[in-house]
T-cell receptor, first 112, second 117 residues
Framework: GNSVTQMEGPVTLSEEAFLTINCTYT??????LFWYVQYPGEGLQLLLK?????DKGSNKGFEATYRKETTSFHLEKGSVQVSDSAVYFC???????????FGIGTKLQVIP | DTEVTQTPKHLVMGMTNKKSLKCEQH?????MYWYKQKAKKPPELMFV???????INESVPSRFSPECPNSSLLNLHLHALQPEDSALYLC????????????????FGPGTRLTVL
């Protein structure tokens, strides 16, 4: 079956540091890949997505590239801000498009 | 309008109460979902509706009863819940079938924080 593995947090960074959150997946076929962000006390918001190999999703300074050869979709940001503190979920949607498989979530804490 | 709304934001209920959670979207999406999220865990799928018909039930106990009265509304009726059912309940919607890009992005509401006493 489908699965998503992401690094377990928490990740603590100083403001303006470089961020990488690793995500790898297992899936049949050609899944779509997503990063969702959840701020404290809120629902999930789609941060970025990629629907085919070599696509790069980007939003708000965050980027992730769909790497089929390494089955990865790592999230990066060049300079994090305190306001980026949240939980980040890597997810995939495939074939049976009604089911999205989530990773465990990585909590990011950015300190001034 | 790219928003999914949920009411109430918070709900406290006893184990003998009957309550309902409500979800609404006006994006023309024909797939709607209920998820349960415990603290520090990813969302767990409960139900999926496709064109107002129940498509997936992830073996959810019968004390949770979903309803989709029309293409914009999704309800979750609660009865005789247990304290372990306390969680954040998230509603989501997506295109059905997926758009031309082939993606299946789900749009989430802010959730209802449920506490069962």
């Amino acid at each position: 079956g489908n699965s998503v593995t992401q690094m377990e947090g928490p990740v603590t960074l100083s403001e303006e540091a470089f961020l990488t959150i690793n995500c790898t997946y297992t899936a049949t076929g050609y899944p779509s890949l997503f990063w969702y962000v959840q701020y404290p006390g809120e629902g999930l918001q789609l941060l970025l997505k990629a629907t085919k190999a070599d696509d790069k999703g980007s939003n708000k300074g965050f980027e992730a590239t769909y790497r089929k050869e390494t089955t990865s979709f790592h999230l990066e940001k060049g300079s994090v801000q305190v306001s980026d503190s949240a939980v980040y979920f890597c997810a995939l949607g495939s074939g049976g498009y009604q089911k999205v498989t989530f990773g465990i979530g990585t909590k990011l804490q950015v300190i001034p | 309008d790219t928003e999914v709304t949920q009411t109430p934001k918070h709900l406290v209920m006893g184990m003998t109460n009957k309550k309902s959670l409500k979800c609404e979207q006006h994006m023309g999406h024909r797939a709607m979902y209920w998820y349960k999220q415990k603290a520090k865990k990813p969302p767990e799928l409960m139900f999926v509706y496709s064109y107002e018909k129940l498509s997936i039930n992830e073996s959810v106990p019968s004390r949770f009863s979903p309803e989709c009265p029309n293409s914009s509304l999704l309800n979750l009726h609660l009865h005789a819940l247990q304290p372990e059912d306390s969680a954040l309940y998230l509603c989501a919607s997506s295109q059905d079938p997926p758009g031309l890009a082939g993606d299946n992005e789900q749009f989430f509401g802010p959730g209802t924080r449920l506490t069962v006493l």
